[in-house]
């Protein structure tokens, strides 16, 4: 596999996100987050259905698939905090035209988001990140992983008073179901999980 697409593949694994601006949004909140993503696990699927751990030992092919899970930590490879604040999983697929298709899912504490194509736009997102924007501003290679930086655009309060207005004018939902047992497994999980983060 060549050096550019593992390259390219970690650092989407970086997930690094940065977000576009969006013009309705002028009253919103700017963050940078940079932070060393170390990759904790490599698996390559050929498009036949072969699975091996680590990269591929040949050049893929449209329709291989490589996937990437990492750690990451606040500051880069030489100087980072010592414990990891986030994690990330990557999946991309080989096109025809030889460039990966990739899409990220980084979790922080108890908010996702959710990122497509290198170096990495959010397309989506969970908590925190609910309606974020953004993309990466960085992405380097560097040993056992990459340095990245991504700015992230929140949601304003201008956005927040207008859903809450919208929420207030419409009919009242209808009340929620009883939580099913796989989604409260999930969701003390990821309590769980917050609470390592403290």
Same mark, same amino acid.
């Given at each position: ?84 604040f986030a994690t990330d999983h990557t999946r991309c697929t080989i096109q025809e035209t030889g460039e990966p298709e990739c899409r990220t899912h980084m979790a922080i504490g108890g908010s996702l988001l959710i990122a497509e194509g290198f170096p990495g736009t959010i397309v989506g997102g969970t ?21 990245? $930086? ?6 304003? /309060? *201008? ?5 809450? @207005?919208?929420? #207030? ?6 009340? $929620? ?6 989604? /409260? *497994? ?5 309590? @769980?999980?917050? #609470?390592?983060?403290?």
């Amino acid at each position: 596999m060549n050096t550019s697409l593992i390259t390219r593949t970690a650092a989407v694994a970086a997930v690094a996100l940065a977000l576009s601006p969006a013009a309705a949004q002028a009253a919103r909140k700017t963050e940078t987050l940079s932070f060393f993503s170390k990759q904790v696990a490599m698996t390559f699927t050929t498009a036949d259905g072969t699975v091996q751990q680590g990269p591929p030992k040949t050049e893929p092919q449209p329709g291989d698939m490589i996937e990437i899970s990492a750690v990451d930590y606040l500051g880069n490879r030489r100087q980072h905090a010592k414990r990891w604040f986030a994690t990330d999983h990557t999946r991309c697929t080989i096109q025809e035209t030889g460039e990966p298709e990739c899409r990220t899912h980084m979790a922080i504490g108890g908010s996702l988001l959710i990122a497509e194509g290198f170096p990495g736009t959010i397309v989506g997102g969970t908590g925190r990140y609910h309606g974020a924007t953004g993309r990466v501003i960085k992405n380097k290679e560097v040993k056992g992983g990459s340095d990245v $930086a991504v700015r992230i655009h929140l949601p304003g /309060r *201008a956005r927040a008073s207008a859903l809450a @207005a919208t929420s #207030a004018s419409a009919p009242a939902p209808a009340p $929620a179901p009883a939580e099913p047992a796989w989604e /409260r *497994a999930l969701r003390i999980r990821g309590e @769980a999980m917050n #609470a390592l983060l403290r």
